[in-house]
């Protein structure tokens, strides 16, 4: 962790004097220019303003929508400024949405046009048919201003499809919506610019996928080409809620339940598995059943149908709800005790006779061992499973965390907020002395949380894309300076084979 030069501040551009009189009153310890209307005067103040001396530079205004969702208010963060002649990215936008987010503000992320006049609507279909979200006269011209410092862009709506700006400014209100709204918004900008500077970014390894997941998204993959949509899901095919509304997008339909599937139809088991009783359901509706249970998850399915069979009593230390343990618990529930913490032992209803012990896939490594102790402390003669139920791809991601959270200011874990294994990697980071967070994307991340952290590990829950970890990267780019190191604490190499009605496309 090495002490870093900042430069200061923060710099908004705002084209009108209310915009910029909006955001002053907001923001009255930040410099704020006003650079006027248009093209020309916006080149003109963004040269001007690329020495001033300042760590962040920021475009505050109102903005006209394309998108037809759009209404007066409504706070747009530009991903993009698309300007006559060329596109600028701006990685860092996310950072803003969230930091909006904190104000209770729920912004809406992507391109946004510069254009050199007024738009007609005929011109403001034709833009919108690009996924442009809304159109400004200035942006694409003020962006230069930043140098490479960080770049941001929050325009409000004003104006609409439906409502165009010449009816917006024959109102007395007219505007007045939108300014309100920029004055609101205008401090997320000052939260955003205050998490600029250099950092080191560590990326942990292994993350992201691991065999079971990638196992399952593979399976709902080679069924939809298959068989062709729609394809049912049992629960979400994994906790993800990137990897859903991908399959989603492909044709495949989530559900919570069997009697939601027609009858006759094709379902897809999740990887977390199912209990006997869902099968049996299955049968008999006549469905098309493909099975993406992990095989490691089956493989606790089974020790528990062996203990049951040889009288033992299972504790199963999982957590409740978790659709994993109520597959599990479904083979035994005559056998099975359900626990979470050491402290629910002394409350456990079991016979005398012997006991035996499993636990969830996804749990973190030191808390069941030390359930496990105090249950061996309670019942001497407990057994366990061949070899430990936690898998191979949790442990190993704790491992990873357990390592660079030593070496970190801050840990950011990718995984969505139903995910067991990536809440886990969260607690084992915490315990590490690391202040970590659970994000779902770059767009959950508060810059108040990098402020100081020069340090930041990233890593995936199991369930987590790939493509998340390059966002979130992306986007800590676009507050400065960022020196990668992949950082491979384990190798990790485990693949599973595909069903076989799936395994030749
Ligand atoms: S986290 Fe472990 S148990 Fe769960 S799908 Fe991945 S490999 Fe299987």
Not at 78 to 107: F, K
Request: net charge negative; aromatic share 4%.
């Amino acid at each position: 962790m090495t002490e870093r030069t900042e430069r200061p501040g923060l710099l908004v551009l705002a084209p009108l004097a209310v915009e910029a009189r909006a955001v002053r009153r907001a923001l009255p310890h930040i410099r704020v220019e006003r650079t006027g209307m248009g093209p020309k005067r916006a080149a003109r103040a963004a040269e001007a303003a690329k020495g001033t001396p300042a760590g962040a530079v920021a475009v505050a205004g109102v903005c006209g929508a394309l998108d037809p969702t759009l209404r007066p208010g409504d706070v747009v963060v530009a991903s993009e400024v698309r300007g006559p002649d060329r596109t600028v990215a701006i990685p860092g936008a996310g950072l803003l949405v969230a930091a909006l987010r904190r104000l209770g503000i729920d912004a809406r992320l992507g391109p946004m046009v510069s254009v050199p006049h007024l738009v007609s609507r005929q011109e403001r279909a034709e833009l919108a048919a690009t996924g442009a979200l809304a159109v400004d006269m200035e942006s694409a011209w003020l962006a230069p201003a930043a140098g490479d410092r960080p770049f941001a862009v929050l325009r409000v709506v004003v104006d609409t499809p439906d409502r165009e700006l010449k009816q917006v400014l024959a109102t007395a209100t007219g505007g007045v919506t939108g300014l309100r709204a920029l004055r609101t918004a205008a401090p997320a900008l000052a939260s955003w610019a205050e998490a600029a500077g250099s950092r080191t970014v560590l990326l942990a390894s292994p993350r992201s996928f691991c065999a079971g997941v990638e196992r399952a998204i593979e399976i709902v993959e080679r069924a939809l080409d298959r068989y062709g949509p729609p394809v049912y899901v049992r629960k979400q095919i994994v906790h993800n809620v990137h990897v859903v509304r991908d399959l989603e997008r492909r044709g495949a339909i989530f559900v919570d339940a069997l009697d939601e599937v027609p009858e006759e139809a094709l379902v897809v088991f999740s990887a977390h598995g199912v209990s006997p009783q869902v099968r049996h359901e299955a049968r008999e509706r006549s469905l098309k059943v493909i099975d993406a249970t992990c095989p490691l998850v089956t493989k606790v399915h089974t020790e528990a149908k062996r203990f049951a069979r040889a009288g033992y009593t299972i504790v199963l230390v999982g957590h409740e709800g978790h659709e994993e343990v109520e597959g599990t618990t479904g083979e035994a529930p005559e056998a099975i005790r359900l626990i979470e913490r050491a402290d629910q032992i002394d409350d456990l209803d079991l016979d005398g006779g012997p006991v035996a012990y499993l636990t969830q896939t996804t749990l973190a490594v030191d808390e069941v061992t030390d359930v496990v102790e105090a249950l061996r402390d309670k019942f001497p003669h407990l057994t366990g499973p061949g070899s430990d139920d936690i898998c191979y791809a949790t442990s190993n991601r704790q491992d990873a965390v357990k390592v660079l959270a030593r070496e970190s200011d801050l840990m950011l874990v990718i995984g969505s907020g139903n995910s067991s294994n990536s809440k886990r990697l969260v607690e084992v980071s915490a315990r590490e002395g690391c202040p970590a967070w659970l994000v779902d994307d770059e767009t959950e991340i508060d810059p108040a949380w990098l402020v100081g952290a020069r340090t930041v590990t990233v890593t995936a829950g199991a369930s987590a894309p790939e493509v998340l970890v390059d966002r979130v990267v992306a986007a800590l780019r676009g507050l400065g300076p960022v020196e990668v190191q992949e950082r491979e604490v384990i190798d990790e190499n485990v693949q599973f084979t595909l069903p076989i009605e799936l395994r030749r496309r």
